[in-house]
């Protein structure tokens, strides 16, 4: 069974970045009939808050994507203590008391000589009696875990390929700090092995981790889940935005953009496969595949979303949107192909039922709205009243186009474009049309 995670510190609110994730790991647990969790990555206590966390699981209910089960790393702490007790006892972490000012020293030093700057590593060869006497004057250990070359360093990433890290490269990672708070590396593979994740999919810029992370699973000695590495987002611009850490789902919101929409871009964002206007999660789920996500950055466009979400509006049925207004069917089917959001939809629905403000129109046009008026009098009143009534004006004025509907339109709905008014005089009504033509 595949079980996916979505792992969010609640320390601010999602950006579409983050939505992208979650979306990622919805859709490969959902369309396995697999599982997917919530795990808010809480271990940073001044920074968490419930108000994000909140936030993070309203933005997931919005988007139609809600875990089946919510983890907290905060409610794990004694777990925690307990693995770094048996990969002490076998040797994988260890104690190290350098202070920030002696390791920047160590760093400037080797830099200096023209080498990489990786932790030497004094604190192994620390003795029972170092220990003890460091305890004694004070002094508490942070934790490193022990990079290993013996230990895994090559996995096949679902989405970059053969990928390795050279574990000498880099240097033993702080875990834990010395006043015992947790850093975000061993917590996760902790949970990762006791959730029985099988497929970590998180953005790039957590290769360098995946690699460290290996490590500790085989530390663990438990399986490493598969991982995937999605490119990250830019902007429009292609260069990478500060503006997109800042569109969430609230600015969505705000701008009348539909959960399907969002999904719908997101999920084909940097793939093979091509943005399309659907109003389901059904196609997606059918056609999603991690390995079609390419390595390149992928270009999030707003103006693109916006595209997207009016396409879908235009197709989507009046049931899909029933209980979040207040047209009837027929009223939706006639304005739907000329909104952008629903909240446009409702300003037609204003205009069908009136009262509107029409602009004043000129003299000869005034004389022709009157002969309007007159004919719509004169006719049946049915399905097919903007025909008869315009192809009567037609024959006794000789007005034809622009000139013909223009007045008609502007007069009827106060507006210059619009749904098509075949649609809407009937929705608008004989009593009502009859009230605007002679205003
Ligand atoms: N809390 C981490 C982040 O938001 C989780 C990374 C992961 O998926 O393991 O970057």
């Known amino acids: 069974m595949i079980v996916t995670r979505f792992a969010p510190s609640p320390t601010g609110r999602l ?19 697999g599982r997917f969790l919530l795990r808010l990555d809480d271990t940073d206590t001044a920074r968490s808050t419930e108000e994000y966390a909140q936030s993070i699981r309203e933005d997931l209910a919005w988007l139609g994507m809600d875990p089946d089960t919510e983890e907290k790393q905060s409610a794990r702490m004694a777990r925690y203590e307990e693995v770094l007790d048996q990969l002490a006892a076998a040797g994988h972490v260890y104690r190290a008391y350098e202070t920030p000012e002696e390791l920047e020293l160590k760093r400037k030093v080797l830099l200096g000589r023209g080498l990489p700057p990786v932790y030497d590593r004094a604190a192994l060869a620390l003795t029972n009696e170092d220990h003890a006497r460091f305890e004694a004057e004070g002094r508490k250990p ?22 390795h890290i050279d574990p000498a490269s880099l240097s033993d990672p702080v875990i834990r700090r010395a006043d015992g708070s947790w850093l975000y590396m061993l917590p996760s593979v902790i949970d990762d092995v006791d959730m029985r994740i099988t497929h970590v999919v998180r953005g790039e810029d957590h290769v360098t981790n995946t690699g460290i992370q290996l490590q500790m699973f085989a530390a663990m000695g438990a399986p490493a889940p598969l991982f995937g590495h999605a490119a990250l987002l830019t902007g429009a611009e292609g260069a990478l935005s500060k503006r997109l850490g800042s ?44 390995g079609n996500l390419g390595r390149a950055a992928a270009r999030f466009d707003e103006a693109e979303l916006e595209r997207l979400n009016a396409s879908i509006l235009h197709q989507t049925a009046h ?4 209980g979040r207004t207040r047209l009837s069917e ?21 205009v069908i039922t009136g009262p509107i403000e029409a602009p004043a129109q000129p003299e000869e046009d005034k004389a022709f709205l009157h002969e309007a008026a007159a004919v719509l009098e004169s006719q049946p009143f049915g399905p097919t009243a903007w025909a008869d009534l315009t192809e009567a004006l037609k024959a006794k004025t000789g007005r034809k186009g622009k000139s013909l509907f223009m007045p008609l339109r502007l007069a009827l709905t106060a507006q210059p474009h619009g749904p098509d008014m075949a649609a ?6 004989r009593e009502e049309a009859l009230t605007r033509l002679k205003a």
């Open 15 to 33: 950006h579409v970045g983050n939505v992208r994730t979650a979306l990622l790991n919805w859709l490969l647990a959902r369309q396995a009939g």
């Open 142 to 163: 942070h934790w490193r875990f022990r990079l290993d070359p013996a230990l895994p360093r090559e996995w096949t990433d679902l989405v970059r390929g053969p990928s």
């Open 247 to 290: 569109i969430g789902v609230a600015d969505f919101r705000a701008r009348g953009i539909e959960p399907i929409a969002v999904k719908a871009l997101l999920a084909r964002l940097g793939t093979s496969l091509p943005v399309e206007p659907v109003t389901s999660d059904a196609p997606l789920l059918a056609t999603f595949d991690i």
């Open 319 to 322: 049931a899909a949107i029933a």
């Open 330 to 350: 027929a009223e939706w089917n006639a304005v739907r192909g000329n909104i952008a959001s629903v909240a446009e939809a409702e300003q037609w629905k204003a």
């Open 424 to 429: 809407l005089l009937p929705l608008i009504g």
